[in-house]
């Protein structure tokens, strides 16, 4: 099933990236993409961790309908926390970092990224960005949520806002970089024959976001600069009582937010396009379709900004193109999970954990997509928009898509980056448990949000109490399962299994390699000369 | 709170029941897509398993792009049907009927004001009648923040440093739920209330019981004395200042070219901001008087003025 | 003596060149994007106040914004004229060019200080302290506020632009560059007459409106 033709694959001499060098500079100095991506591996777990244990807080403290643990402000600052966290600090570089940095070279053939010193530069400004941030959030009293409106930011906020700001602007610049990186890698570094559309669909996507990222962060940056300024110095560029624009934050916010949360879903869809084939064992379906999707949800994802702000004041002929283009950008999606589907049709299908995480992933962003069609529609937005209606559809997508993809990959190359096999029960059961605990926290969120529960509120009146019960008895699910990978992928690490290179029989480059990979990847340059997912034809 | 069907809240504007259909169609249609991915999903995971050997894995589909193109089409006229059935509905909602009674509502942390025409005055509640279609016209005095009637299936942000309009038409009896549905801080959740819909005469009771010395317009008048704005643009006044009889509703020539229309909206800003709604033909010395005035008082002066004469929205 | 290492990931030197030179424009588009926020908040924020705003740039030193103006342009012709050299392996005195270039600069900024001493000695920082003779003030306020933020942030720009330029120049003067081997000239010259033409967004934007008879 190979469909490369290496000149030779090197001998396992058990000179792995991991063992070439074990003092603590050789990591923290390190200009190994895979390197990096293990350091980005830490630190983004610390930070899924902390906020994690605000929405543990946030689900106990919406047991009662007076707030079972918290006070209002407490409260408010813990969402803000939770949002903060999970967005810039775990969603957005999840898999681009670590999945990222640590096949893009190997998909591509190469040795290692365009710039790897600028790669190592960005996990320091990701790290500093998160110790600021969580700095700010933790001593300071910052309580606005983590979109900040204007002008309760800048006019009724404390000094510690401004930390915060700095530190998502310092998070920007590593977002920004990684971005560049990879798309220079992806124009310059293609081994011979691995053209455009030999590329895995993982290359596509991973392309996508990283124009996203180069491309919307930096007007991020400059809104919170601004805010920032009008915080220090009282100048009126959103405040109206100096002469500001309320709605020109909000512009300037969703314009970088929207794109955003694309790139917080278009890397779980590249990995759910490369395990859907391996597991099924049959090239993927509609490849051109599938990569131009990618693609198109990058573009279009650009114009849809204003689906935030249908109730916000904005003008109804702003409201009325925005919806439109709110529904055209949903079509690029639902092409995905149709040749997904495609995909299964005549394959050969096993369900290892990579396979039921990807399955899951299929299930719930389709729940979360078509909620998104709900509120797109004009009408049913002016009801359900600010309510938990909202939360429940973006947690579909961003925890139920996006995370569930995170495991899926964990689980899909953990081998090749451990040189481990990790407990298959085990992996199948977590994946399982967390998609029961998943629905059951989020599912009555639609209900909540549906029946008129506003989000964001720290007490709530008796008759929301029932689904708030329902929610949160899932998170308490949803963190035991979340926390059964930690432990039986760490046991792993110590008493798995060694891995051979290619545990999953997949194509790709990088199964062409030991697993782990030596630090230069490949002894000699690959030679590509197959199309991508060049699996056999699955016979009876 | 008012029954109702379970898992529906109290339908009680004119836009709720079609509000509800339109729920209703796109849960039939998102459902089907749902069972549809969930069924073609367990079928194949199901009967292409990998140790199903009977299963006809032959023929494998080699030209995708009639699928493709299909399922995309499809995708796409199905999203247009339900945009336009959606916003449809939306430019009716920002369309008030002529006959619409305005009411006014200044959002404040942390809490509602509502002022009626007559000089009725309620704080977190808000009484109307039944069927007397109502527009609101709401400020902030503060950050923004969100009027919320789930029972109307209706909201609005309301946003500081301008009027923002929300209109309906009460078609049921009962007291329904208020929200306020943007985080304005740390009493968010505490902002809330009720609205009120009375029976016509129930309400003019409710009216009569709470009148309070003056009408809006009334308090209007004597602010507008009492601040000097009848110095220039009173009768007999020495300075020029453009006369604002009639002026509610009509459009307005501006001194720095184009116009706009004197709307509630308009006449607030040319109080709190006369350099940049200068009227043309005038030299541009009115004072502002942002600072001075709370947004209640200007809703007064607001309110005077438009009692002045108006031509029909 | 060549002091250039051929990365592990690229298959000859050309190749390394040439992704050098991709990733200053994919950066350079990232600056663009930056600076097109802040450019479109001037923009909005001028479309609603156009006679505040005009009024409020009336007062920008425009002596010294054009000859700051000059100074740039003549700078980005000697960075021109260095990266030629460097293309054609004369790596010293493109050095030498480059030195100039950020001599230059060093002019452009201390002009820059010179006219900031100037705005906070006419209370143009905005603040409390802040003052303006204009029929609309405030806008003349935030207008200014956004002359500071846009200047400081080009002005930092510079800075950065001139050292780079000076770590390349005197990798330059070392005899380091060759036909083979310029990219570092050319990155970062691509890189100054970036900064450069944002200076001429800039110079139109904030010193020019309001000055029409």
């Known amino acids: 099933m190979s469909a490369t033709t290496i000149l030779e694959l090197p001998p396992c001499r058990g000179d792995s990236y991991l063992t070439d060098g074990s003092t603590l500079t050789s990591w923290l100095l390190t200009h190994d993409h895979k390197r990096i991506a293990i350091l980005y591996c830490l630190t983004i777990t610390g930070f899924f961790l902390i906020g994690g244990a605000a929405a543990a807080l946030i689900r106990l403290n919406l047991l009662t309908p007076q707030g079972l643990l918290l006070d209002a402000e407490t409260y408010n600052r813990t969402f803000t926390l939770h949002g903060v966290v999970m967005v810039w600090l775990f969603l957005v ?183 859907i084939p391996t597991f099924a064992r049959k090239k993927i379906f509609g490849y051109h379709f599938i990569a131009w999707s990618s693609v198109a949800i990058a573009v279009v994802g650009f114009v849809v900004w204003g689906h935030h702000m249908f109730v916000s004041g904005e003008s109804i002929y702003a409201a009325l193109v925005f919806s439109f283009l709110s529904f055209v950008v949903a079509v690029p999606s639902a092409i995905k999970v149709f040749n997904w589907l495609a995909t299964l049709h005549k394959g050969s299908i096993s369900f290892e954990a990579p396979m039921l995480y990807a399955l899951g992933f299929i299930l719930l962003f389709t729940i979360g997509g078509l909620t998104g069609l709900f509120l797109a529609t004009l009408a049913f937005d002016e009801h359900a928009t600010a309510t938990y209606f909202v939360v429940a559809h973006f947690h579909y997508i961003m925890v139920g898509g996006m995370v569930s993809a995170y495991f899926a990959a964990l689980h899909f190359w953990w081998p090749k980056v451990t040189g481990r096999l990790y407990p298959e029960s085990w992996a199948r059961f977590a994946a399982i448990l967390i998609f029961f605990g998943f629905n059951l926290t989020f599912f009555p969120q639609f209900i909540l949000g549906y029946l008129g529960m506003p989000r964001r509120y720290a007490t709530y009146p008796p008759e929301f109490q029932v689904w708030n019960v329902f929610s949160s008895a899932g998170a308490s699910i949803l963190a035991a399962a979340y926390i059964l990978p930690l432990l039986y992928l760490g046991w792993s690490l110590v008493r798995g299994e060694r891995a051979p290179s290619n545990p999953w029989g997949a194509t790709g480059l990088e199964w062409q390699t030991p697993s782990p990979p030596p630090t230069d990847n490949f002894a000699r340059t690959p030679r590509v000369t197959r199309p991508p997912y060049d699996y056999p034809e699955p016979t009876v | 709170m008012n029954g109702g069907v379970p898992f529906l809240p109290p339908s009680a504007s004119n836009f709720a029941g079609e509000f509800n259909i339109l729920f209703a169609g796109l849960l039939a249609i998102t459902s089907a897509v749902l069972g549809l991915v969930v069924l073609l999903m367990f079928r194949f995971c199901a009967h292409y398993r990998r140790n199903n050997k009977t299963a006809d894995r032959g023929h494998q589909t080699r030209k995708s792009w009639r699928w493709e193109v299909g399922w995309t089409t499809g995708s796409f006229v199905v999203f247009l049907g339900l945009y336009a059935w959606g916003a449809d509905i939306y430019l009716r909602e920002h369309h008030p009927p002529a006959k619409a009674e305005d009411i006014y509502v200044v959002g404040k942390r942390w809490m509602w004001k509502v002022e009626h025409q007559g000089g009725q005055r309620e704080i977190n509640t808000l009484h109307v009648a039944l069927n007397q279609p109502v527009r609101l016209v709401m400020t902030s005095q503060d950050v923004i923040h969100g009027f919320f009637v789930p029972a109307f299936r209706l909201k609005q942000d309301v946003v500081p440093g301008r009027y923002v309009t929300l209109w309906f038409d009460p078609d049921q009896l009962g007291t329904y739920q208020l929200f306020c549905s943007q985080f304005c801080g740390t009493a968010h959740a505490e902002m809330g209330g009720n609205v009120t819909v009375m029976a016509p005469g129930d309400f003019a009771k409710w009216l009569a019981a709470n009148a309070s010395d003056a009408t809006l317009s009334g308090d209007g008048a004597a602010l507008f004395h009492r601040i000097g704005c009848d110095g220039c643009h009173g009768a007999g006044s020495t300075v020029p200042a453009p006369s604002l009889a009639g002026i509610y509703g009509q459009p307005v020539a501006l001194r720095d070219g184009g116009s706009a229309l004197a709307d509630d909206d308009f006449i607030r800003g040319a109080i709190l901001e006369p350099a940049q709604h200068a009227a043309a033909g005038f030299a541009p010395v009115m004072p502002s008087f942002a600072g001075q005035l709370d947004e209640e008082q200007v809703v007064s002066l607001v309110a005077y003025i438009k009692s002045l004469g108006s031509v029909p929205r | 003596m060549s002091e250039h290492v051929l990365e592990k990931q690229f298959v000859d030197l050309a190749h390394q060149s040439e992704t050098a030179e991709l990733g200053i424009w994919g950066f350079i588009a990232t600056e663009v994007l930056f600076l097109g926020g802040l450019f479109a908040a001037y923009g909005f924020f001028r479309y609603l106040h156009p006679v505040g705003v005009a009024a409020a740039a009336s007062h920008t030193d425009l002596a010294i914004g054009t000859v700051n103006t000059i100074v740039l342009l003549t700078s980005s012709f000697f960075m021109s004229w260095s990266s030629l050299a460097a293309r054609d392996g004369e790596s010293r005195p493109a050095g030498v060019l480059m030195l100039i270039t950020a001599a230059l600069g060093i002019v452009f900024l201390g002009l820059k200080a010179i006219e900031y001493a100037e705005d906070i000695h006419e209370h143009l920082w905005p603040g409390p302290g802040f003052s303006l003779s204009t029929p609309d003030p405030k806008s003349g306020e935030v207008f200014y506020f956004l002359y500071w933020l846009l200047t400081g942030i080009h002005a930092l720009h510079l800075l950065v632009g001139i050292g780079a330029i000076l770590v390349i120049a005197n990798r330059a003067r070392r005899g380091v560059f060759t036909r083979a081997y310029h990219s570092p000239v050319r990155v970062v010259s691509l890189y100054w007459h970036f900064v450069d033409v944002v200076w001429i967004f800039l110079f139109v934007l904030i010193y020019l409106p309001g000055r029409a008879p």
């Open chain 1, 93 to 275: 570089p999840s898999i681009p970092t670590t999945f990222g940095n640590f096949l893009l070279p190997l998909m591509l053939g190469a040795k290692d990224l365009a710039f790897p010193r600028i790669n190592l530069l960005s996990w320091y400004l990701f790290t500093a960005s998160g110790l600021i941030v969580l700095a700010g959030l933790i001593t300071g009293s910052v309580d606005t949520g983590w979109t900040f409106y204007e002008p309760l930011s800048s006019g009724y906020s404390s000094g510690a806002l401004v930390v915060v700001l700095f530190g998502i602007f310092v998070n920007g610049f590593s977002s920004i970089l990684t971005g560049l990186n990879f798309v220079v890698s992806i124009h310059r570094l293609r081994a011979p024959g691995l053209t455009w559309y030999r590329l895995p669909i993982f290359c596509w996507s991973t392309y996508a976001t990283s124009v996203i990222l180069m491309l919307a962060t930096p007007i991020l940056a400059v809104t919170l600069l601004l805010v920032a300024a009008e915080h220090l110095w009282g100048v009126g560029v959103f405040d109206p009582t100096h002469g500001g624009d309320p709605l020109l934050f909000q512009h300037m916010f969703w314009f970088y937010s929207h794109p955003a949360v694309y790139i917080m879903i278009l890397p779980g869809m590249g990995v759910v396009s490369e395990i």
